[in-house]
């Protein structure tokens, strides 16, 4: 056996002096976010209102509450409550439809291989992006001013504010697109409509498609909870029944929500693999 | 120079040019079917929305207007003439957008604090038994498909009023969709360090603490700051419904008509959205690279 090798630990130290011996500041840099982020969060529960006495108190009615949930009990309005979930699947569907009709030729000019020039890429980029600040509820209450309470708004809702959604993810996919086709157009004598007719849309199509079936399935969500501001669908019975205490009702309308999503992801997993085959959504 | 395209004898091409042709109908009437049953669809959502091109149309016009008339003042005059009249309850609400980030605040890191327990037990490659994970999977699964609000309404009423019953409520929904994704960072994380430290004889725990922590924080900040992004939004909303922020100011003006505080609220609330945007896209590509997940 060979004796171990000295270590020269002076000479690893005078080479490697940050493993020695790490600067202060990168040894607290951690300890010193997680305090702040402590610190901040208990500045906000106290701040909130947050008391242990309340938070017990609002605890044994959450209790009480889910005690009266059981079982889940339709009472005599299943019918009603049947249709309100395919009303709020149809805002779903329409709305998602009419967001993409509309965002398909704006997409095109926000992106950066279709419209080069800056300047005017940068007004349109901006438009969608302030109209996806705004959220689907507000639009909801915005468009319940104009066509009046009902499931109408409701569709309304869900276009516009997926519409800012969408031209941005468009606009993504036409930039990811290969320019070779569209090169290939131009060489053939192609007009500018040509090549985005047969160079582009060839290639952008069955992503768009993927995305907007994404989306449908997730506007089943968006539409349940706009109703909650009168914009018709389950949420509005929803909210009425929290709103008289009826809380059979309630978990069998939550129960119900659960069991549509559930399907439609199902559903809709299966037609974007039919449609795009097993790729995922960008 | 001479073109070489060899031509096919007539009998030759006949046959393939049916086969090409036979080919190309068979995806036409695929596409054609798929279109007519879309159309289906769509035209039975719209008897079941109760879609009315009657009412669009007459009240397109109120759509329009109504911008028009959020951005005009009482006195009639363009908002934007007069900023200091516009933005006149504007100590009111910068109170109520720090409410707002408060929330989301808490929620997102009170969700995020109980998805780091309870992503272990969900996750494939680490739990300790398959009944825990089923029970946990399913918990997370509802927390993440109820939406916020409802949780919201549910809790206005258990808890009173006021930001406590938003702040449950977004941390509860935080907690479905980030132990989901935080779940599926530690199923992708590397298991030769577990099983050395395990071979050590080191406990559950310790397995946890010292191999698959380390591996996945970046990921969990990444998540969470991008969930704090959506929190924000949804914070906005929660004042509909009673559960505090800048949504219960907002809610009051546009029910009573208050022209031009809609708009000057609305403006404050996405010039607060660009901002978190912006600093949390900045943070999580100065903290993790550009390749962390998004």
Aim: proline letters at 4%.
């Amino acid at each position: 056996m060979s004796k171990p090798r000295e270590v020269d630990t002076a000479a690893l130290r005078a080479r490697y002096p940050d493993v020695f011996e790490r600067p202060a500041s990168a040894r607290l840099a951690t300890p010193a976010m997680i305090a702040a982020a402590l610190a901040l969060l208990i500045y906000g529960l106290v701040d909130l209102d947050f008391s242990p006495s309340r938070f017990a108190a609002g605890l044994s009615q959450l209790g009480w509450i889910s005690l009266m949930m059981i079982p889940p009990d339709p009472g005599s309005s299943l019918p009603i409550y049947l249709k309100a979930l395919g009303e709020t699947l149809s805002i779903a569907l329409l709305g998602t439809t009419l967001a993409a009709l509309f965002a398909l030729p704006v997409s095109l000019l926000a992106a950066r291989n279709i419209v080069p020039s800056n300047i005017l890429r940068f007004p349109v980029r901006r438009f969608l992006d302030s109209i996806r600040g705004v959220d689907t509820l507000i639009w909801a209450l915005v468009w319940i001013n104009v066509v009046g309470l009902g499931p109408f708004a409701g569709v309304l809702a869900i276009a516009v504010s997926d519409f800012g959604a969408f031209g941005k993810l468009f606009s993504e996919a036409i930039e990811g697109a290969d320019q070779k086709q569209v090169e290939g157009i131009r060489a053939s004598g192609g007009s500018a409509l040509h090549e985005i007719r047969f160079g582009l849309m060839p290639q952008v199509l069955p992503v768009i498609a993927g995305q907007v079936l994404y989306f449908i399935e997730s506007n089943t969500r968006s539409a349940t909870i706009i109703g909650i501001v009168g914009a018709g669908g389950i949420g509005l019975q929803l909210a009425e029944q929290i709103r008289v205490l009826e809380w059979q009702k309630v978990s069998f309308l939550i129960l119900m929500i659960l069991v549509a999503v559930a399907a439609i992801d199902f559903i809709s997993g299966k037609l974007r693999f039919a449609i795009i085959g097993r790729r995922a959504v960008a | 120079m001479t073109l070489a395209v060899s031509i096919l004898p007539e009998q030759q091409l006949a046959a393939l040019n049916a086969a090409y042709r036979q080919a190309v109908t068979r995806k036409r009437l695929r596409l054609l079917f798929g279109v007519v049953l879309f159309a289906t669809a769509l035209v039975l959502a719209a008897i079941g929305a109760e879609v009315n091109l009657r009412t669009l149309f007459t009240y397109f016009g109120n759509f329009v207007s109504y911008f028009d008339r959020i951005l005009t003042l009482d006195s009639g005059q363009r908002v934007w003439t007069d900023v200091g009249e516009w933005l006149w309850g504007w100590r009111k609400w910068l109170k109520m957008l720090g409410e707002t980030l408060l929330i989301s605040y808490v929620g997102t890191l009170t969700g995020a604090i109980f998805a780091f327990v309870l992503n272990f037990f969900a996750a494939e490659n680490t739990s300790p038994g398959p009944w825990l994970r089923f029970v946990v999977r399913r918990l997370l699964e509802f927390a993440r498909t109820v939406p916020g609000i409802v949780f919201a309404l549910v809790f206005v009423i258990a808890f009173g009023l006021g930001p406590m019953a938003g702040v449950l409520a977004i941390a509860i929904h935080s907690t479905g969709a980030l132990g989901k994704l935080f779940s599926e960072i530690v199923e992708n994380a590397d298991m030769k360090p577990v099983e050395g430290i395990r071979s050590t004889g080191a406990s559950w725990l310790s397995c946890m603490r010292f191999a698959v922590v380390p591996q996945v924080t970046a990921g969990y900040a990444s998540y969470a700051l991008l969930r704090f992004e959506i929190n924000v939004r949804e914070a906005s909303v929660m004042g509909f419904v009673g559960a505090g922020g800048i949504g219960q100011e907002l809610v009051v003006a546009i029910r009573k008509f208050y022209y031009s505080d809609v708009s000057a609220i609305l403006l404050t609330i996405i010039v607060t959205v660009f901002i978190i945007d912006i600093t949390t896209g900045w943070l999580r590509s100065r903290l993790f690279g550009r390749e962390a997940p998004t």
